[in-house]
T-cell receptor, first 115, second 114 residues
Framework: NAGVTQTPKFQVLKTGQSMTLQCAQD?????MSWYRQDPGMGLRLIHY???????DQGEVPNGYNVSRSTTEDFPLRLLSAAPSQTSVYFC??????????????FGEGSWLTVV | AQTVTQSQPEMSVQEAETVTLSCTYD???????LFWYKQPPSRQMILVIR??????QNATENRFSVNFQKAAKSFSLKISDSQLGDTAMYFC???????????FGTGTRLQVFP
């Protein structure tokens, strides 16, 4: 019963480096999304996907890239890391099921520091 | 665009007492969901309670209940019989119906004292 799994949990990057945050869910959910959480703020949506092959931008998409080749996986790519991308990143998934009231399941978060 | 406002950055309450966290939101939508999430120091996001906007009855989950005032666009969380384990950040969130995209407030840090 894994739910939403994010890797890595912690990462330190140098400015300009690229990396990928991995997200996988085993609940066959259509909808997946990435949020970031900065100090003193709530979570903000970066990118989301309503199904394999379909992605769209959220509130703060700049500097990030996503793809959805399978239902299970939704990786987030940092193209050229900047200190402003230091944050905690959350992956989330949900089923388009009105009976469940669109319950959203979150991963445990990935702490990223860019120096 | 929708916005969610939590005007209380920090709150404190004594164990076994009751505390109310405030949340207001702005939207022109008629169908939506409202949520309260708890985030303990581990940073895990835990759903506390959910309210469907079309339901007039306030949602309750054990010690947690909401006061949903749709016309006033207010959605407060009441925690009864506060426990030390309730110490956490609490986020109010809005979701337009059938979008699965959450809009969060800035959070209220709740400290429960023995």
């Amino acid at each position: 019963n894994a739910g939403v799994t994010q890797t890595p949990k912690f990462q330190v990057l140098k400015t300009g480096q690229s990396m990928t945050l991995q997200c996988a869910q085993d609940m066959n959910h259509e909808y997946m999304s990435w949020y970031r959480q900065d100090p003193g703020m709530g979570l903000r949506l970066i990118h989301y996907s309503v199904g394999a092959g379909i992605t769209d931008q959220g509130e703060v998409p700049n500097g990030y890239n996503v793809s959805r080749s399978t239902t299970e996986d939704f990786p987030l790519r940092l193209l050229s890391a900047a200190p402003s991308q230091t944050s905690v990143y959350f992956c989330a998934s949900s089923a388009r099921d009105t009976r469940s009231g669109n319950t959203i399941y979150f991963g445990e978060g990935s702490w990223l520091t860019v120096v | 665009a929708q916005t969610v406002t939590q005007s209380q950055p920090e709150m404190s309450v004594q164990e076994a007492e009751t505390v109310t966290l405030s949340c207001t939101y702005d939207t022109s939508e008629s169908n939506y969901y409202l949520f309260w999430y708890k985030q303990p120091p581990s940073r895990q996001m835990i759903l506390v309670i959910r309210q469907e906007a079309y339901k007039q009855q306030n949602a309750t989950e054990n010690r947690f209940s909401v006061n949903f005032q749709k016309a006033a666009k207010s959605f407060s969380l009441k925690i009864s019989d506060s426990q030390l384990g309730d110490t956490a950040m609490y986020f109010c969130a809005f979701m337009k119906y059938n979008t699965d995209k959450l809009i969060f407030g800035t959070g209220t840090r709740l400290q429960v004292f023995p």
